[in-house]
């Protein structure tokens, strides 16, 4: 069985400029989870999206945001990149109980 | 707000010594606490939850309300134990999970 897959691998963008991540979940599963994990903070939550719509939101600004699709793969949308969104975003799945991660995207902003 | 602590960033212990990862969680109510691995090159994975009360690896976790806390225990390292640990709490099921900052264990041969 497929995981949880996540595209890009890796990204460099610059300040100011907008990013979008992805994730397709493990056939089956119908919530998609986002996480940053920035160098020496851990993993902080983002988003969970559930059966097409947004359910919870961590402590993020405005400017990240994301949707699900009909297949249950999701987007994550950053506008107005800033230097400390430089982090590794994973995306976790599931259906009922565990979250089964992907690899992630590396995204550095200069 | 939860907040999950791991004191230590990084665990040196011998091959066949004694292992404790802490964590202590701020959550009043009565969380779920889990514990995640990730090993060299490879995802983070769900290690254990304390619901289960099961050992994985050998690893084992018990809850202490008292302390609030929810350590990771090994009799004795492993090589392959070598990874990094992140304590992980839940206030209401796995919607909005809150992790620590991870420990990386080193296990020296």
């Known amino acids: 069985e497929a995981g949880v897959t996540q595209s890009p691998t890796h990204l460099i963008k610059t300040r100011g400029q907008q990013v979008t991540l992805r994730c397709s979940p493990i056939?089956?599963?119908?919530?998609v989870y986002w996480y940053q994990q920035a160098l020496g903070l851990g993993l902080q939550f983002l988003l969970w999206y559930d059966e097409g719509e947004e359910r919870n939101r961590g402590n993020f600004p405005p400017r990240f945001s994301g949707r699900q699709f009909p297949n249950y793969s999701s987007e994550l949308n950053v506008n107005a990149l800033e230097l400390e969104d430089s982090a590794l975003y994973l995306c976790a799945s599931s259906f009922v109980g565990e979250q089964f991660f992907g690899p992630g995207t590396r995204l550095t902003v200069l | 707000a939860q907040r999950v602590t791991q004191p230590e960033k990084l665990l040196s212990v011998f091959k066949g010594a004694p292992v404790e990862l802490k964590c202590n969680y701020s959550?009043?109510?009565?969380?779920?606490l889990f514990w995640y691995v990730q090993y060299s090159r490879q995802r983070l994975q769900l290690l254990l939850r304390h619901i289960s009360r099961e050992s994985i690896k050998g690893f084992t976790a018990d809850l202490n309300k008292g302390e609030t806390s929810f350590h990771l225990k090994k009799p004795f390292a492993q090589e392959e134990d070598s990874a990094m640990y992140y304590c992980a709490s839940n206030s209401g099921g796995y919607q909005k999970v809150t992790f620590g900052i991870g420990t990386k264990l080193q296990v020296i041969p």
């Open positions: 056939s089956g599963h119908t919530s």
């Open positions: 959550y009043s109510g009565s969380p779920e």
